[in-house]
């Protein structure tokens, strides 16, 4: 099986110009900021950002691609990140080249896209790029009034089964302090906890951010999950600091996470 697959992405090499499959949506939004959009053959689901996107060829969700369907698109080079791991290295086994980001903080995401500028030769596209995530940084408006903020994953109406935060080794993190803030969260764990309704209650945050897609969430009761967030006694609910963001680039830690910043940053501000 392998030597086929090593023929043909041999034979497929030979008339092929550079083409890249990514394994997530964000490396997809990069690659487009780049301006190299038109040398992706395929990528992951979910890559929705640009509207380009939407017309490439699926290789699987970022955690579970088909190994074989990215061979079959005869890739001069597969761009993953940390979490696709084990794909990388049997695309390496195969003879693909490979290239690994970190896209987990502000500033790895910075110095990814410059990596994958450099690379792709795309490096004053990539400065560019980086430069508007500094900007925003610099440009943040900070509070006045310093206060913690918990940033919550999703929009549920019934809260007992876990609830998704923001923690640290995060580029939300990274976001609540250039905003002037606190974050909430101050356990050490992985950058996505999980709480309890009391362990809601024992961080006690003054704001509470709630992260949520209509794309993806579209038959949560907003209003349900509002009173769900209310009846748990914080100061966030004390002081109505609880509220719903929905963008579709929140997740996306692309270049587009400066449009994050600048949008979160208004929210705790508000």
């Known amino acids: 099986m392998k030597h086929i697959l090593l023929t043909s992405l041999f034979i497929l090499n030979l008339w092929a110009?550079?083409?890249?499959?990514?394994?997530?949506?964000?490396?997809?939004e990069i690659i487009?900021?780049?301006h190299k959009g038109s040398e992706l053959v395929a990528t992951s689901s979910y890559s929705l950002y640009p509207n380009a996107a939407k017309k490439l060829p699926i290789i699987g969700g970022y955690e579970n691609p088909n190994i074989e369907k990215i061979i079959s698109f005869a890739p001069t080079l597969v761009?993953?990140?940390?979490?696709?791991?084990?794909?990388?290295?049997?695309?390496h086994s195969f003879g693909v080249k490979i290239l690994t980001l970190n896209l987990k903080r502000l500033n790895s995401i910075k110095k990814s896209i410059l990596i994958l500028g450099k690379e792709l030769n795309a490096t004053q596209e990539a400065k560019i790029l980086t430069n508007k995530i500094t900007n925003a940084v610099t440009t943040a408006h900070k509070s006045k009034k310093p206060h913690s903020v918990m940033i919550v994953y999703g929009l549920?109406?019934?809260?007992?089964?876990?609830?998704?935060?923001?923690g640290h080794d995060i580029f939300f993190e990274d976001i609540i302090k250039a905003c002037g803030n606190t974050n909430a969260y101050t356990a050490n764990a992985?950058?996505?906890?999980?709480?309890?309704?009391?362990?809601?209650?024992?961080?006690?945050?003054?704001?509470?951010?709630?992260?949520?897609?209509?794309?993806?969430?579209?038959?949560?009761?907003?209003k349900k999950a509002l009173q769900a967030w209310y009846a748990i006694p914080t100061r966030a609910a004390k002081n109505h600091k609880i509220s719903i963001v929905d963008e579709d680039y929140l997740y996306i830690p692309s270049q587009r996470v400066a449009l994050t910043i600048k949008r979160l940053c208004r929210e705790m501000n508000d």
């Open 17 to 28: 110009n550079e083409r890249i499959v990514s394994l997530s949506p964000s490396i997809t």
């Open 32 to 34: 487009y900021g780049l």
């Open 79 to 91: 761009v993953g990140q940390s979490f696709n791991r084990h794909t990388l290295e049997q695309l």
């Open 156 to 166: 549920r109406e019934d809260l007992r089964g876990g609830i998704y935060i923001a």
């Open 190 to 222: 992985t950058n996505q906890p999980v709480l309890s309704y009391e362990n809601v209650i024992a961080l006690n945050p003054q704001q509470i951010i709630i992260l949520h897609s209509h794309a993806t969430e579209p038959n949560v009761n907003v």
